[in-house]
């Protein structure tokens, strides 16, 4: 017999299975029931073809099922396949991906962070622009924080997954360095509002230890930004012998500009990246990056955030070791 396509009651669970309605919405959220009752009821509603309302339900729980993802910048592709891999991840959890984009800006980071939390989104999940506004402690006060990429000085028992920037940034430089480059680019998205993030910090102490000249660009991650910055770069005078990108978005950027300029990579400029998109592999010729197993991250910080959730903590930090893939786009340093 067809199943009826009006929705049954939870009046109708308790009818079929003799108990109260209180007692059936106990069985079904699994608690002050024994198992053998949550199994009856369960049996009986599939058969009913019974579903919580997802408004019901969250008012019931607490809970709405979603889970914020704020990007720092969609405009990268590596912060574009990690919101893939989150959002993916979070519904075999059985929850969902509400997923914003920061667009680079800290104001309107801070405006969507806010308006999260006013959806009632159980946690968030973040790539900070600005990870030393002030409004995050106060944020994770509200609901479980788990920041990805960057700490957020000041906030407590929450999550993070971050990257060991120093490693990242020596094997990208020690590999330039041996390859015989001393005058080195180093394109970074940081803002001015934040010039302490720990891979800038880190470039500098590194160029000093290895007696290398490194020069700090600041760059978005658009790629006709980008492509207009590396120009005006390599179009003046002592230009560099190799650029490093603190993103691989950010080194696309820098191949276009070298073919406008009619260089040759790397005979006249190596580049390298640093997040091992896999379109990276891809390019003509291939291009060196730093890679931190984005897979890796994803399941950490998915993993994070649901146990926060579900079961708030101390403070939980992981931190991701890098490897460097070296392809054709780093050559020895031309003779000039």
Sequence with gaps: MPRSSKRATIREVARAT????????????????SAQTQER???????????????????????????????????????????????????????????????????REQALALRLRDQRVDGLIVQPVDPAAGFWTELAEHLPVVSVGDALPGVRDQGEVVFDNRHGVTLALEHLYGLGHRRIAVFTPTRPSTPDRPADVHVEAEAARLGVEATLVTAGQAIPQ?????????????????????????AYGVYAATRALGLAVPGDISVCGYDDHPVSALLTPPLTSVDWNIEGIVTDAVQLVVDTIDEPSAHHRIVRTPSLRVRPSTGPAPNW
């Design 18 to 33: 003799g108990l109260s309605p209180a007692a059936v919405s106990y069985a079904l959220r699994g608690i002050q029931t």
């Design 41 to 107: 009821v369960r049996r009986a509603a599939a058969e009913l073809g019974y579903e919580a309302h997802p408004i019901a339900r969250a008012l019931a729980s607490g809970r709405t099922g979603m889970v914020g993802l704020l990007c720092g910048s969609l405009e990268d592709y590596w912060q574009q396949s990690l919101a893939v891999g989150i959002g993916r991840a979070l519904l075999a959890r059985d929850r969902y991906a509400l997923i914003l984009d920061a667009a680079g800006d800290p104001a």
């Design 226 to 250: 980008t492509t207009a910055a590396a120009t005006a770069l390599l179009a003046g005078p002592g230009r560099p012998t190799a650029v490093f990108c603190f993103s691989d978005s950010i």
